[in-house]
């Protein structure tokens, strides 16, 4: 994993916004993988293959507004967004020259939709992330090699690997590879993103997909673009997935998760993610040194759930008043130091102390060598007092007023970078 450095943009956003959207959007059946796991004992809609594609035609985006999306995503405290281009159904959101696989030649659409979110999102002043998996079950020569020796359905099914013992077309595996690359070239050319996104890193592995060649290729023509972690050991960042590490990497990171269970639209999920959690999810993130790339799924009008609304708008109403902790910061105090998460400014001079629960009368911060010459509450500019005791520095929350029931931060301004015992 190559490291991104600190003063990069990517370290800087904190927050971004991940978008699927596509078919699957207008029945609202979990993205590919309804027709994947069509006929097994899953607790999601799924649909035959034919059901699945069937859904072109109902794929209109008649209430497409990209810059009404880029709005609702800087509401939100968002700095870049990523955009589902090609999801494992092999479906491309744009024109693209190598395929007829697109919303461009078999749905009402009939256009291109990622040059608008570019645009829309640029004229925001967001940074643009385009996704694209490398699985494509669309393909006629992508399940053209064996299974690798896995017990697993994901390891063997005809979509991804020939389901019998036939010999391997590697001639065909070579003609996939070659529209896989060029479909990322053309990306690139067309829409120049910041941020290239990778998925459907199964099920052969890096060195099948020849991945540190497709990087090569990508920093070739733009070293300024940023990957992921799904090229295999040649990305610029790991990306946990639906899950908070329990040890975040000590490298560039990114969790990506979701408002509620699903990555797209699904009417059927009821599960939102109350705010507090959003909220605390958010902050434990960047108080590790990470990002959050939260999703929320269009429908095929290109409209948002309005609980997904509600939450994106909720989040940005938090940040607003506590930005200076959130934006251009660092990771913050090592576990065990403080009963909540911390971010560190540039010049690691400012601590900035995120509380989620009020325990007694008192903020209670261990391991500092140095005693901060002011404490505030940041919202509120409200000034602390704090007494040192046993080794410990003691933030008295007697003038702190009510505490904002998704998390309060606390401000220590210190005269010297911090230091810890």
């Not at 097994?40 to 699945?52: A, G, K």
């Not at 990508?218 to 090229?231: E, T």
């Not at 909540?340 to 989620?356: E, R, W």
């Amino acid at each position: 994993m190559t490291r991104i450095p600190e003063e990069s943009w990517f370290h800087r956003a904190k927050l971004g916004i991940f978008l699927h959207w596509g078919i699957y959007s207008v029945k609202g059946v979990p993205e590919s993988w309804a027709m994947y796991y069509h006929g097994q004992d899953v607790p999601w809609p799924t649909l035959s293959r034919e059901d699945y594609f069937a859904q072109y035609d109902g794929f209109t985006a008649a209430r497409y507004d990209p810059a009404a999306w880029a709005a609702l995503f800087k509401e939100a405290g968002a700095r870049y967004a990523v955009l589902t281009t090609k999801h494992h159904d092999g479906v491309a959101m744009w024109d693209t020259a190598l395929s007829d696989d697109s919303i461009v030649k078999k749905s009402p659409v009939g256009r291109d939709v990622i040059a608008p979110y570019c645009e829309a999102m640029r004229d925001a002043g967001l940074h643009v992330g385009l996704y694209f998996s490398h699985a494509d079950w669309s393909h006629p020569d992508f399940p053209s090699l064996h299974a690798p020796r896995r017990d697993n359905a994901l390891f063997t099914s005809p979509m991804n690997v020939r389901p019998d013992d036939q010999m391997e077309d590697r001639a065909g595996w070579a003609r996939f590879l070659a529209f896989r690359n060029g479909q990322v070239r053309e990306l690139m050319e067309r829409f120049h993103p910041e941020l290239l996104w990778f998925d459907g890193d199964f099920p052969h592995g890096p060195a099948v997909f020849e991945m540190r060649e497709l990087r090569d290729e990508i920093k070739a023509r733009d070293p300024q673009v940023i990957v992921n972690s799904r090229l295999g050991a040649w990305g610029d960042y790991e990306t946990p997935e639906q899950a908070l590490p329990v040890r975040p990497p000590e490298e560039t990171w990114e969790l990506c998760t979701t408002v509620n269970r699903s990555w797209d639209y699904a009417p059927q999920d009821n599960d939102y993610k109350p705010i507090e959690r959003i909220v605390r999810i958010f902050t434990e993130c960047v108080g590790h040194g990470g990002n959050l790339l939260l999703g929320v799924g269009p429908d095929a009008e290109g409209r948002f759930d309005p609980r997904a609304v509600e939450i994106l708008k909720g989040l940005g109403a938090w940040i607003r008043p506590n930005a200076e902790a959130i934006y251009d910061t660092r990771r913050g105090l090592p576990d065990g130091l403080f009963n909540g998460a911390s971010t560190l400014s540039a010049d690691k001079k400012t601590l900035y102390l995120i509380a989620y629960d009020r325990a007694a009368n008192y903020l209670l911060v261990k391991g500092l060598a140095s005693k901060p010459a002011r404490v505030t509450r940041l919202d509120t500019g409200a000034e602390l007092s704090t007494r040192g005791d046993l080794g410990v520095l003691w933030i008295d929350l007697t003038a702190a007023g009510t505490l904002n029931p998704n998390a309060t931060v606390f401000k220590l301004e210190f005269e010297e970078p911090l230091c810890l015992k």
